[in-house]
């Protein structure tokens, strides 16, 4: 019974039967909107499940969907329905109703009879030609007969079908059997409306709507190919009310105008019953509606059009272009549809709600975009591109979209349309001179906060490819007008993508030429630009100069910044754009190409004296300066030179720079110069920089940017920045007289530094490690500068300067060279002699007069003399022992962590160690290191401290490392401190260290009788490095040997060094591996070597400056 009811719901209908047999016909008012006509076949009675009967009849549809669609031959189904005596009233005798509700067909329909011609359409949409063989006046219907096939094909076909079209209709030969394809989307929606009522109280008829008719039937909804009967009846009523006449009245109605929301409504309602209208009512209020509606929308307040939005637009348009189409032919439609819509978008641009602003420019974008393209979605019928141009025109669009009214939203879309106008040749001068207008607005703006300035400049910047010579022209003519107060980074960037797209079109340089004289100006002093927009114009005129169009101009800026030198104005940018052009050339070129960066300094150089010209700036600047400084010291009442004074002096202007930053630029161009070329600084030069910022500097600051300077230049001493014989010149002959200790700081003494190892090692006095990370003193007693060290540690105010230049000492009488093995003695004593003897005095000088000065003097000796013995005793103090430490002293059991051969994660390896707790740090580092197979120095050892080398004289017990300690031993990171295998020079070279290990393990194989390595060798020697069987290979090494060698069958100490110099270019970490191998440390220094320095250490313990304090009574006295 369940299904039954649901059957019935199906249906929405109950049925009054008359018997078996019997007609009737049942209504379905709101759900289908039909009358339907059907035979009782079969009545039943059932129980529900309320205990109730009812009765079920077994219904057969006559007319309806469920009576044509997919029924061929004539076959009717049969449906269930439930009859109840409370739905008596929705039948009535069969034809009755059926007949009275049939709609207005045309006339060739309700004429087709018995032996009628037509055409028809079927289910795989394919036209035949048929006959009528027979018509249903209550169902109005017809039974139809295909040309040339069989009877089992007839079927049944309703009059209003749209399958069906009068004979030969489609213009086309007919071909019987196969039919002709087609589509009922082909087919003209017209309204035959010739036959309509002129009754004035007739507003609408019940006629079939034949293009939804068929959309509705393929479906299966049901047979609703008409408007409903019930629609039509409230047209009718509506339209006697004198609706009609009212709404026309309203929409003309201005104050206030309709709201957009009811004019949609109503629009939309309208269209979809428009074709049901008579053909009087139609022409005399739908037709002329469009008018009334466009003017209600255009009279329409700012407030008002606010609700207009983009959603509503397009449906207002979308239902009035519905409403013409019955009357109007397609391209009146268009005309109407796109002209309307272009009017709206002006009305709305002209609104002052700002998104209806947008929506408006939005669709004149749209258009712009799409007027040219032919697919159908975004084609336009009348609207054409001179069309379109001449509106823009005539509504000055380009005024509205770039005038004082206008907003940088409103700019942004606008961008199609002037690329629309570009590229159809009508954008003028005059619609240049707009948009340059609104960008003049926009730069004068003090708070642009909308970026109204980049917003304009972008969007000329996306036409630029569009725009011809003419545009170009008159926009660089504007920018050429500007002052430098009116330029701004977007004025910048704009002009160098402009530049760029006019080569493009014209494949000249003339753009380059203009944009760089206007940059070139903008960073002149006399502009008086701020710092950001120079920079930029700096960085924009180094990118245009980098351009290929621009290759000729490049040297014509760089002479024009030597100029600025030598008549000392705009000095320091000339020095940013000197630095910046030179960039932009190549490290390095093939011969007969552009000159590279060395090339182009010594061009201007030789060729324009730029050196000479720099240096006569420095004087000029500093004479300059000096008497500014004068005038300023001679105005103040304090004529002391305090902090407050050079503080003033380092910020006085006389051009864009405050003094101390045209010092530093100054700097900064010389060490480029130094870096980017081979020029040497001569005698002169450094005279002229030391008497001027050093000696003869205004402010301390001055001549600490100088020390940083020379610092820069002796890092890199291997590039010879400096004429053989200047850096001892200036070493010798300035920093030790001009100098004095006390008043030496960080930069200072660090210049000190460098330049003591550069003279020393020039002197041979000193020995360099490749890298320069260490040194080893060759010739104690003829070191250039150690009393002027020793006069920093007790006179230098800055204590940091102090604990350096005690760390350094320390290290000079301690890095000695394995030559100075007999003096090592000696070399201490002295150091001593000298500590103490300055200690005497600092004691002394205390005692008479007890100040700071003279206390910090004697902290500073038993500091150096501290870490002194600290350095020394770094092996540990042999069989010499402490007072504190006579005896060994208690036995104590360490357990040690291997952290040196494991590299996991878990828990390392451990093993016990004895040791006694008045041994020395170094002695349990000597003692974990030979265990674990290590040299002493790159063992790391940890006991809740870090246990670093200066505390390797201390006793294990101070260290407080108690019994049954844990004591984590790991390697020092050796990777950081390793000295370089190859040299820097091109191409790369061994280093003489790496050469002296190579050839040490070449002579540990080469068994051949004249000293070379046979392939056994090699083969033994690559096993012994830890390399698999593979890699040994005979193949492989004879690869080698022809490749580094000159026989396949042995190699010399030559070839294996060339092997391995290839090695240590590609893949240095091998190598490195290799030289643990056979135990050569960071330094390349072997275990032999490295124990002999021990030895050399360790072998005379009274060369101990512990023992020598201890016995020496002229030391201690």
């Known amino acids: 019974m369940k299904s039954l009811e649901k059957a019935s719901m199906r249906m929405s209908n109950l049925i009054i039967f008359t018997g078996i047999g019997g007609k009737f016909c049942f209504c379905i008012f709101f759900f289908t909107c039909q009358v339907q006509m059907g035979t009782i076949r079969q009545i039943q009675t059932q129980s529900m499940d309320t205990g109730n009967e009812i009765t079920v009849l077994t219904i057969q549809c ?20 439930i009859y109840s005596p409370s739905h008596y009233p929705l039948f009535a005798p069969p034809g009755s109703q059926v007949t009275k509700y049939h709609p207005k067909l045309p006339k060739w329909r309700k004429e087709l009879n018995q032996g009628s011609q037509c055409d028809c359409l079927d289910s795989v949409h394919k036209w035949y030609t048929c006959h009528v063989i027979a018509t249903d006046e209550i169902s109005d219907a017809v039974r139809v007969n295909y040309d040339d096939w069989g009877d089992k094909y007839d079927e049944w076909i309703s009059r209003e079908a749209k399958t069906k079209q009068e004979e030969n209709d489609q213009r086309i030969t007919i071909i019987c059997v196969g039919g002709v394809y087609g589509l009922t989307d082909d087919l003209d929606p017209t309204v035959d409306d010739e036959d309509d009522p002129v009754d004035e109280n007739t507003f609408a008829i019940y006629r079939v709507l034949l293009y939804l008719y068929y959309l509705f039937l393929k479906y299966g909804v049901g047979d609703l190919g008409h408007t409903s009967f019930h629609l039509i009846a409230v047209l009718n009523e509506f339209g ?17 105008c309709m709201p957009v929301k009811n004019i949609r409504f109503i629009l939309s309602t309208l269209s979809k019953s428009v074709n049901a209208l008579t053909r009087q009512t139609y022409q005399k209020y739908i037709l002329p509606l469009h008018q009334h509606v466009c003017g209600a929308l255009e009279s329409m307040s700012d407030v008002e059009l606010r609700e207009l939005k983009k959603e509503f637009m397009t449906k207002i348009v979308e239902a009035m272009e519905d409403l013409l189409r019955r009357g109007k032919s397609p391209i009146e439609i268009a005309q109407f549809s796109e002209t309307f819509q272009l009017t709206m978008a002006l009305r709305r641009l002209t609104s002052q709600s700002i998104e209806r602003r947008v929506n408006g420019v939005q669709y004149i974008s749209f258009v712009c975009q799409n007027v040219r393209k032919g697919y159908i979605s975004h084609s336009f019928k009348f609207t054409t591109v001179e069309f379109l141009s001449k509106w823009i025109e005539e509504t000055k669009l380009l005024q509205l979209l770039f005038g004082p009214n206008s907003h940088p939203q409103l700019m942004k879309q606008a961008t199609d349309i002037l690329r629309f106008m570009c590229i159809e040749n009508v954008l003028t001068m005059d619609h240049l001179s707009v948009i340059w207008s609104a960008l003049e607005r926009a730069a004068q703006k003090l708070d642009d906060v909308d970026n109204e300035l980049q917003t304009i400049c972008k969007i000329i910047d996306d036409i630029a490819s569009h725009l011809n010579v003419d545009h170009f022209e008159f926009l660089f003519s504007k920018f050429e007008k500007l002052s430098a107060k009116e330029l701004t980074e977007h004025h910048l960037q704009l002009m160098k993508d402009l530049m760029r797209n006019m080569y493009m079109k014209t494949i000249t340089n003339e753009s380059a030429e203009r944009i760089a004289n206007v940059l070139w100006n903008l960073v002149q002093d006399e502009t008086c630009a701020n710092e950001k927009l120079e920079t930029q114009a700096q960085n924009l005129l180094k990118e245009v100069l980098s351009a290929y169009c621009s290759k000729e101009f490049r040297l014509k800026i760089l002479v024009k910044c030597v100029d600025n030198l030598s008549e000392h104005k705009s000095v320091v940018s000339s020095l940013h754009v000197l630095e910046r052009v030179i960039d932009i050339y190549p490290l390095s070129t093939e011969v007969g190409e552009q000159p590279d960066r060395w090339g182009v300094v010594q061009y201007l150089d030789k060729e324009f004296s730029m050196m000479k010209k720099f240096f006569e700036d420095i004087k000029y600047f500093k004479e300059q300066a000096t008497a500014k400084a004068k005038a300023i010291r001679d105005s103040r009442e304090q004529k002391e030179m305090d902090e407050e004074y050079f503080s003033i002096i380092n910020q006085m202007k006389d051009s864009k720079c405050i003094y101390l930053e045209e010092i530093k630029q100054r700097l900064e161009f010389l060490d480029l110069l130094l870096n980017k070329s081979n020029i040497r600084l001569k005698k002169d030069h450094i005279d002229i920089i030391w008497d001027i910022m050093v000696v003869n500097c205004l402010t301390p600051q001055e001549r600490e940017e100088v020390f940083k300077w020379f610092q820069k230049v002796m890092d890199g001493f291997e590039y010879k920045s400096l004429e053989d014989g200047i850096p001892e010149h200036l070493f010798v002959n300035k920093f030790l007289r001009d100098i004095l200790p006390e008043w030496l700081s960080l930069p200072a003494y660090e210049s000190f530094e460098k330049f003591f190892l550069f ?19 060759a010739n104690y007693n003829e070191l250039i500068g150690v009393d002027y060290l020793w006069q920093i540690i007790l006179h230098a105010r800055e204590e940091g300067v102090c604990q350096k230049a005690i760390v350094f000492l320390n290290m000079i009488c301690n890095r000695l060279n394995s030559d100075l093995k007999q003096q090592i003695a000696v070399i201490r004593k002295s150091t001593l002699d000298r500590s103490m003897k300055e200690l005497a005095q600092a004691t002394a000088s205390y005692k008479t007069n007890p100040k700071i000065e003279t206390r910090d003097r004697c902290l500073r000796v038993l500091n150096l003399i501290h870490q002194f013995l600290n350095i020394t005793e770094s092996r540990g103090l042999g069989k010499y022992r402490p007072h504190n430490a006579l005896s060994r002293g208690k036995k104590l059991q360490l357990t040690i962590f291997d952290r040196v051969t494991f590299r996991g994660y878990s828990k390392p390896p451990q093993f016990t160690l004895t040791i006694y707790e008045n041994d020395t740090l170094w002695d349990l580092r000597y003692a974990i290191a030979t265990k674990l197979n290590r040299l002493p ?11 670093d080398d200066t505390k390797n004289s201390y006793t294990i017990a101070s260290l407080g490392i108690r019994d049954r300690s844990n004591v984590h031993a790991s390697l020092s990171d050796e990777e950081s401190k390793r000295v370089p295998l190859v040299t820097s020079t091109n191409p790369p070279q061994l280093v003489e260290r790496t050469k002296a290990a190579l050839e040490y393990i070449f002579k540990l194989y080469a068994k051949n009788p004249d000293g070379t390595m046979s392939l056994n060798d090699m083969r033994d020697y690559i096993i012994a490095c830890g390399a698999g069987e593979s890699s040994a290979s005979k193949t492989r090494i004879q690869t080698i040997f022809s490749t580094h060698g000159s026989m396949e069958d042995k190699l010399d100490v030559n070839g294996f060094f060339d092997f391995y110099r290839l090695a240590a270019v590609e893949r240095p970490e091998h190598v490195w591996n290799d030289l643990v191998v056979f135990k050569f440390r960071y330094d390349l220094k072997s275990a032999e070597e490295v124990k002999k320095e021990e030895e050399m250490l360790d072998c005379d313990q009274e060369a101990l ?12 006295h």
């Open 240 to 256: 006697r009310a004198g609706g009609f006449d009212l709404l026309i009245r309203r929409l003309n109605n201005h104050k206030p």
């Open 937 to 947: 120095e790159v063992v790391q050892l940890f006991s809740r401290i870090k246990l």
């Open 1105 to 1116: 400056p512990r023992y020598i304090l201890a016995h020496e009574s002229k030391v201690t």
């Open 759 to 777: 003279v020393n090692q020039s002197k041979g006095n000193i020995q360099m490690v490749e890298n320069g990370k260490a040194f080893f003193v």
């Open 62 to 81: 006559n007319v309806g969907a469920q009576r044509y669609w997919g029924n061929r031959g004539g076959e009717l189904p049969l449906d269930l329905a």
